[in-house]
């Protein structure tokens, strides 16, 4: 995958409090992958990140690489045709890594989600 210089992604100032709410207002799922993976790890994410149009749920910026997190608000025929839009953008403009995992996942299989995650770090170092 051809990566762009990621220090230089657009960040959208318009969706800068969006995100704050996110962040204040974090799912179940998204705030169990945060404190029992993500927040202590070697790497560091950020949550609820303005890339472009859009916010990321987790992006390390050292890897280019952002998590997101669905629920079953996804499921929707337009919503995975907006989803799948979305990952187009961000891995063939700004050549980013995009994983996703569903909120149950997470709640059935942590330890799961981050040897996956483990598994593409190992793949972007």
């Known amino acids: 995958m051809k990566r762009i210089n990621i220090n230089y992604l657009p960040y959208n100032f318009a969706l800068?409090?969006?995100?704050?709410?996110?962040?204040?207002?974090?799912?179940?799922?998204?705030?169990?992958?945060?404190?029992?993976?993500?927040?202590?790890h070697k790497y560091k994410f950020t949550r609820q990140k303005p890339i472009d149009n859009f916010i990321v749920d987790f992006y390390c910026s050292e890897l280019g690489l952002v998590i997101e997190v669905a629920g079953t608000t996804h499921l929707a025929n337009q919503d995975i045709i907006n989803d799948n839009k979305r990952v187009n953008i961000?891995?063939?403009k700004y050549g980013l890594k995009v994983i996703r995992f569903w909120n149950d996942d997470i709640f059935n299989g942590i330890h799961i989600v981050g040897e996956i995650i483990g598994n593409e770090i190992k793949k972007l170092e």
Do not use: C, F, P, Q
């Open 16 to 40: 800068k409090e969006k995100a704050r709410d996110l962040r204040k207002n974090s799912t179940a799922a998204e705030s169990k992958l945060w404190k029992e993976y993500l927040r202590s």
């Open 90 to 92: 961000l891995e063939k």
